[in-house]
């Protein structure tokens, strides 16, 4: 079984910094991916940013300059940090996973459960 655990999010001011984190847990036997995804009340899920292992970051337009991803490979971790927030950002963040478990030959795809993030004054 695979978990993904989330933190991080919160309540900011528009202008302001928050750190997200996700951790991957379970027999794993290689991930080839991690990302961040949100959704927006009303809106689809959108690809905020994803790392692929060994690999240069992906960043959706809107966050561009303003959100860094990056990885822990040894502890199986993703982090966004998020500054110049604007209320535009408020979503629910949902860590991603591209991997492969122990004892199957199968490239898979889980979720998080999902952090708030809101920002607001």
């Known amino acids: 079984q695979v978990q993904l655990g989330e933190s991080g999010g919160g309540l900011v001011q528009p202008g302001g910094s928050l750190r997200l984190s996700c951790a991957a847990s379970?027999?794993?036997?290689?991930?080839?991916?991690m990302g961040w995804y949100r959704q927006a009340p009303g809106k689809q899920r959108e690809l905020v940013a994803r790392?692929?292992?060994?690999?240069?970051?992906d960043y959706a337009d809107s966050v561009k300059g303003r959100f860094t991803i990056s990885r822990d490979y040894a502890k199986k971790k993703v982090y966004l940090e998020m500054n110049s927030l604007k209320p535009e950002d408020t979503a629910v963040y949902f860590c991603?996973?591209?991997?492969?478990?122990?004892?199957?030959?199968?490239?898979?795809?889980?979720w998080g459960q999902g952090t708030q993030v809101t920002v607001s004054s």
């Open positions: 991603n996973a591209d991997l492969q478990t122990r004892g199957s030959y199968r490239r898979q795809n889980y």
């Open positions: 379970g027999s794993i036997f290689n991930i080839y991916v």
């Open positions: 790392l692929t292992t060994g690999g240069s970051p």
